[in-house]
């Protein structure tokens, strides 16, 4: 059920037509990238971030327990997670 969601979401065939389709950008993405996603998001659903973070070849993914402000709702979580990628990237900052 979650794979046909998916497509139906990607393509924007289903009530989410309004959803831009990132495919093809997502795709030309070269820079180091974080995709951060709620995990209980039903507006960018973590498995359509999932979708979009696959196709970039940079990409690493964090899953923060909140839906889709974050940003409010867990910003320390939010943080955290913004930190480690950075650091990860540059470890010497």
């Known amino acids: 059920m979650r794979d046909c969601e998916a497509k139906r979401n990607m393509t924007n065939t289903g009530p989410e037509k309004h959803r831009p389709d990132l ?39 964090a899953e923060i327990p909140s839906r889709h402000l ?14 480690t990628f950075l650091l990860e990237k540059h470890p010497n900052s």
């Open 70 to 83: 974050s940003f409010l709702e867990k910003p320390v979580d939010l943080a955290s997670a913004m930190l």
């Open 23 to 61: 495919r093809e950008q997502a795709k030309k993405i070269k820079a180091p990238t974080l995709s951060i996603t709620g995990k209980y998001d039903q507006i960018a659903p973590p498995f359509y971030t999932q979708e979009l973070a696959d196709l970039i070849a940079t990409a690493k993914r």
